[in-house]
């Protein structure tokens, strides 16, 4: 879409404009909520500027980026000489609420309620909070502006009550624990250029864990405590077009932590030391004639300097990396995790669409104590097929109601539903 709107463009405005033409004047319409100072801060093309229409076809791109914006187009008019560039502008409702429901670790009813605005005062803050129901309760606030400082350079803290009853995968047997995270988080959010964004933040966590059962197993912790200084990077390249529902491009995202244990009591010291994590993203999206997407995303994840604990930071979990596998039921110290799917519309009118999709999710994990050969060795392998539905709101910022069921494939598997709000990824 991106490169046929390009040379279309190019086409058309060869015939009209030379390269010494000037931008007379820069307009928007269409706009309702979003502040268009906060618009004329982002844009590359600015009036009484030199005419360079792929520096238009980038702004239109950013545009069509932004949380408060469903999509945008341009057109030129007036004077062939000294031409007037109008953005055009359609935006997105932006206040959202949340409801993911869920079966906790117990199988006992899990819910999430939330609320987010995604263009608050008109130039694209975030500001939400949520409260959680999964055998226990949860809660936080989380507020961020990308653009505080400059077009480049952004601020966001949050804060974060987590308490869920957790399973761990002894060797003796699983047992669950009910733990807590307190977590104070600040962060700097930069904007490189178009495709080019990072963050670099710290957060300040006091992690709890209590054992939940009547029977201990032998030399395993009762409770656990531990405080610890997060240090955490960030790092994304996105090169997408985006056309309502459809994606065509890649995007990749980087995330790295330095967990650092400040005091801990004994057991804590021993089971939730200081460790590196490290995940990268990559996603690939293909647009498939008129109606289809094609979509894959390769996770790859692994953790340095707690190789031997069971309470490992990586877990396999529907809402997260294999559909159907169940909720929470295992921990990894490293993970190879593909999905890949295509997406079908197959009902559009107006704001409504009828999406259908096809997938097939695959991964593999290391055990805590375990090689990373067991990542390629196929003993921890998991793979689960299956099919879904989307329901979206195109002038809904991420109003995509999914449902998906997967099928494991293999001894012992699994299967189960899905819900969520968002593409999966």
Do not use: C
């Not at 390269?19 to 600015?46: A, C, H, P, W, Y």
């Not at 694209?124 to 949520?130: K, T």
């Not at 006091?206 to 939940?212: I, V």
């Not at 309470?311 to 529907?318: S, V």
């Amino acid at each position: 879409m991106k490169k046929i709107l390009f040379l279309g463009f190019l086409l058309v405005s060869s015939n009209l404009f030379s390269q010494d033409q000037i931008i007379s004047n820069l307009e928007f319409t269409g706009l309702k909520k979003t502040k268009e100072s906060f618009l004329r801060r982002l844009v590359k093309v600015k009036a009484n500027s030199k005419y360079d229409s792929l520096l238009i076809v980038k702004d239109i791109e950013r545009l069509k980026r932004l949380p408060g914006i469903a999509n945008a187009s341009f057109s030129l008019k007036g004077d062939k000489s000294n031409p007037k560039l109008i953005y055009t502008i359609e935006e997105n409702f932006t206040v959202i609420p949340g409801l993911r429901i869920a079966t906790a670790n117990d199988d006992s009813f899990a819910y999430r309620l939330s609320v987010f605005e995604f263009n608050l005062f008109g130039n694209n803050q975030l500001l939400g909070a949520f409260y959680e129901k999964n055998v226990f309760n949860s809660y936080g606030a989380f507020w961020e502006h990308p653009f505080l400082f400059s077009d480049k350079v952004g601020l966001g803290f949050n804060y974060q009550n987590s308490t869920t009853q957790q399973p761990v995968f002894f060797t003796e047997g699983d047992k669950n624990y009910r733990f807590n995270a307190e977590i104070f988080e600040g962060k700097l959010l930069f904007s490189f250029d178009f495709n080019n964004e990072a963050e670099a933040g710290v957060a300040y966590t006091k992690e709890s864990y209590f054992f939940e059962e009547e029977t201990l197993l032998p030399n395993r912790p009762l409770s656990l405590e531990a405080n610890k200084l997060v240090y955490k990077l960030g790092y994304r390249f996105v090169d997408l077009d985006i056309d309502y529902q459809y994606l065509d491009g890649v995007s990749s995202e980087f995330i790295g932590q330095y967990i650092h244990l400040q005091n801990a009591d004994e057991a804590g010291t021993e089971f939730l030391g200081s460790f590196i994590s490290l995940r990268n993203d990559f996603t690939y999206y293909r647009k498939v004639n008129k109606r289809g997407n094609w979509a894959s995303r390769l996770r790859l994840a692994a953790s340095f300097g707690n190789e031997d604990s069971p309470f490992a930071p990586f877990t396999l979990d529907n809402q997260l990396n294999i559909r159907g596998v169940g909720n929470t039921v295992d921990r990894g110290t490293a993970a190879v995790v593909l999905n890949s799917e295509y997406r079908h519309t197959f009902y559009e009118k107006g704001w409504f669409v009828l999406q259908g999709n096809v997938f097939v999710d695959a991964g593999s994990w290391r055990k805590p104590g375990e090689d990373f050969s067991q990542l390629f060795d196929g003993s921890f392998t998991r793979l689960y097929p299956g099919v879904g539905v989307r329901f979206i709101h195109k002038k809904i910022f991420n109003a995509v109601f999914r449902l998906d069921y997967g099928f494991g494939v293999g001894n012992d598997s699994t299967e189960g539903i899905v819900f969520g709000i968002g593409q999966y990824f």
